[in-house]
């Protein structure tokens, strides 16, 4: 059964600083991996998605890291803003079917103004 | 990207009624759609997958007679939670796949009394 862990479960850094949230998966035969925010008591805003055969993608201050043989994705925001303040969730898609995503617990971060 | 919406934002019921949710994909249509469960400060867990003119596929330990799921058509699913009881009090999401992502409904916050 897949597992996916988030480390850290939380992170509180000044404006302006880089920082890179980190995400590991035990079943490395996965379909995609995607980044989510979420914003408190609302749903899922889709960040990155990366495909298995690819080993990185990048949205404006974003960048996700895939490292699939070794069960690894980090997520790095440059430049960080208060406006970055939620929690991060990546998930894993296993098959390529019908298959639902796995969730890890997330990283709630917080940047100080 | 992709929108997807939900009815309705939140609800409050007394224990032992039957609460409807509905999910929708506004701009696309979506054969497989999704139903996840957040409690408190816990990840998003799969429920089942919803299938257009099918029966629901539901994960181990979710119990189908309880969570009824109908996908009666290729941009709406419909989750129905009977006779409500306080433990089932929870932020349900839905989410639709299009061109391998997946996009998530704002979520529907069900309390219980």
């Known amino acids: 059964k897949q597992e996916v862990t988030q480390i850290p479960a939380a992170l509180s850094v000044p404006e302006g600083e880089n920082l890179v949230l980190n995400c590991s998966f035990t079943?490395?035969?996965?379909?995609?991996l995607q980044w989510f925010r979420q914003d408190p008591g609302k749903g899922l805003t889709s960040l990155l998605l990366?495909?298995?055969?690819?080993r990185e993608q990048t949205s404006g201050r974003l960048n996700a890291s895939l490292d699939k043989s070794s069960g690894r994705s980090t997520l790095y925001i440059a430049a960080s803003q208060p406006g970055d303040s939620a929690t991060y969730l990546c998930?894993?898609?296993?098959?390529?079917?019908?298959?639902?995503?796995?969730f890890g617990k997330g990283t709630h971060l917080i940047i100080q103004p | 990207g992709a929108v997807v919406s939900q009815h309705p934002s939140w609800v409050i019921c007394k224990s032992g009624t039957s609460v409807k949710i509905e999910c929708r994909s506004l701009?696309?249509?979506?054969?497989?759609m999704f139903w996840y469960r957040q409690f408190p400060k816990q990840s998003l867990m799969l429920m089942a997958t919803?299938?257009?003119?099918?029966?629901?596929?539901?994960e181990q330990g979710v119990e189908k007679d309880k969570f009824l799921i109908n996908h009666a058509s290729l941009t709406l699913s419909t989750l129905t939670v009977t006779s409500a009881h306080p433990e089932d009090s929870s932020f349900y999401i839905c989410?639709?796949?299009?061109?391998?992502?997946?996009?998530f409904g704002p979520g529907t916050r069900l309390t219980v009394l």
């Open positions: 990366i495909q298995s055969s690819q």
């Open positions: 989410s639709a796949r299009a061109l391998g992502e997946q996009f």
């Open positions: 998930a894993v898609r296993t098959g390529g079917g019908a298959d639902g995503l796995t």
């Open positions: 919803s299938n257009e003119g099918s029966k629901a596929t539901y």
């Open positions: 079943d490395s035969a996965i379909y995609n």
């Open positions: 701009d696309f249509q979506a054969t497989t």
